[in-house]
């Protein structure tokens, strides 16, 4: 029973009322159509021997019957009996054997051997001391041949019926699972074949296993991202830290297999050091920048203070011998995930710092309109050439790496990026080379 797909299970439970039902109607068809039989064959027998009992008369002791007498009419026998239960006219069926006592104005129902009657007996007086009986004989109706033509009927008609309801409403069902059959065989296809871009063609309207389709659905979109972000991160790493392993390992190589003198290994220590230090640096931006995308590092929304915020950073002890200047005209609040929200503003001015000039100047500027709140990084550095600007937000993209060395990854500018599109958000950039760049968070106010 447990292997029974639920099409064949509904199926059967249907058609198992519909039997049931069926049997019940017919039932009921039948005891309702006896119980008319036998109303109808006992009012035509009492009918037809009042009828012939007008046509009875006696004049002098003697008995004559009218015109309108019939000895036989409507399967009825009518009989005349005299006082004492003689036959005097009229002719008993061959087997009706029995003697039945009569009884003035009843119906009943005698058995013979090989049939069942009707007998209806009528007093008919003629002064105080005579008259006679006039009997009335009735075979009682063949429910039988009702049953039969009935049987015959469900016979032929309940196989074409059950049948027709099998076809219709496994159909039907069918029809109605078919979005399951989507769902398992995407997902079949997902399995065998590792094709992640697969998606069900959700079917219109809203009932379950619509919801459950597009579920799905956004399952499989989860999975895929997390799949990509997971296969990028891999690839990433296994680039980037390329270099930096082959640096340390040539740098061993060369240790082990040459007499260095304390300065020099003093200079390979410190090398391997700068090296590790960047691929600690690099593991940990590559980790953050994939839960970002993978949506497992959830964005945590609250109202803060921006300026306040802002300000803080601003005044951290890394930019201490900075000129780092912090503007805000009023007190901002916005709807941000702080810890995100921090990272950028330290990222853009980390660049400010970085690509700025020998005592150069960053300003940080927090400014709001009707619609949306502007947090701007300026330098008065060496700039990005309009060529470059629009490539600085890939992954791992660096205008010049020499300038950096081992100080940059490539990857900040990207993770400005994303977490600004997290909070509904974009940046913007205005940029000359030798005069300085002004990065722009614009943040939606009506994100919260
Ligand atoms: P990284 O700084 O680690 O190299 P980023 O993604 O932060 O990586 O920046 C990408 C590139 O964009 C940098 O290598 C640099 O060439 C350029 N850039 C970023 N910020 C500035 C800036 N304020 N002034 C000039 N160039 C910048």
């Known amino acids: 029973m447990k292997n029974i797909s639920i099409k064949v299970k509904i199926t059967m439970w249907y058609l198992l009322l519909m039997t049931i039902m069926v049997v019940m ?63 005097l006219a009229g002719q008993v069926p061959v087997n009706f054997t029995q003697n039945e006592p009569f009884e003035n104005g009843l119906t009943r129902t005698v058995s013979t051997e090989d049939d069942n009657y009707y007998v209806f007996d009528l007093w008919l007086p003629f002064d105080w001391e005579n008259g006679v009986w006039v009997r009335g004989l009735m075979e009682v109706p063949e429910d039988e041949l009702i049953i039969k033509n009935l049987i015959l009927v469900v016979a032929v008609a309940m ?16 029809k109605a699972f078919k979005p399951l059959e989507d769902i398992i065989s995407t997902a079949d296809s997902i399995n065998e074949a590792s094709d992640l871009s697969a998606r069900i063609d959700v079917p219109s309207g809203s009932n379950e ?25 891999t690839s990433d790493a296994s680039h980037e830290l390329r270099t930096p392993i082959s640096v340390i390992k040539g740098a061993c190589e060369y240790a082990l297999k040459y007499d260095e003198t304390p300065e020099e290994r003093q200079e390979t220590l410190s090398m391997i050091h700068r090296q590790a230090v960047k691929m600690s640096g690099l593991v940990a931006q590559l980790l953050s920048m994939t839960r970002l995308e993978q949506g497992t590092e959830k964005a945590n929304f609250e109202k803060i203070n921006l300026t306040e915020l802002t300000k803080a950073i601003c005044t951290e002890q890394a930019y201490a011998d900075r000129n780092v200047y912090f503007e805000a005209k009023n007190e901002i609040s916005a709807f941000v995930d702080t810890t995100l929200i921090t990272r950028l503003i330290q990222n853009l001015i980390d660049n400010a710092v970085k690509y700025g000039k020998t005592d150069g100047h960053v300003w940080v500027t927090l400014t709001e309109n009707e619609h949306e709140i502007q947090l701007s990084v300026k330098d008065d550095g060496i700039g990005i050439p309009k060529e470059e600007q629009g490539k600085i937000w890939q992954r791992f993209y660096q205008v010049d790496a020499s300038r950096t060395g081992d100080n940059g990854t490539g990857l900040g500018l990207s993770m ?3 977490i600004a599109e997290i909070h509904g958000g974009y940046m913007s950039l205005e940029s000359e080379p030798l005069k300085g760049s002004n990065f722009v968070l614009h943040l939606p106010k009506n994100n919260y």
């Open 25 to 87: 109607v017919l039932t009921f068809i039948l005891a309702v159509s006896s119980s008319v039989t036998t109303q109808t064959a006992m009012s035509r027998i009492s009918s037809t021997v009042r009828s012939n009992l007008t046509q009875v008369s006696s004049s002098n002791g003697k008995i004559s019957l009218g015109e309108d007498f019939h000895f036989y009419q409507n399967g009825v026998y009518t009989l005349i009996y005299s006082k004492n239960e003689a036959l």
């Open 209 to 233: 296993f619509t919801r459950l389709a597009k579920t799905f659905d956004q399952m499989f979109t989860r999975l895929e991202q997390s799949f990509e972000a997971e296969k990028q991160f």
């Open 416 to 418: 400005v990026q994303k």
């Open 159 to 174: 196989p074409a019926f059950i049948l027709f309801a099998t076809i219709g409403g496994y159909w039907i069902a069918k």
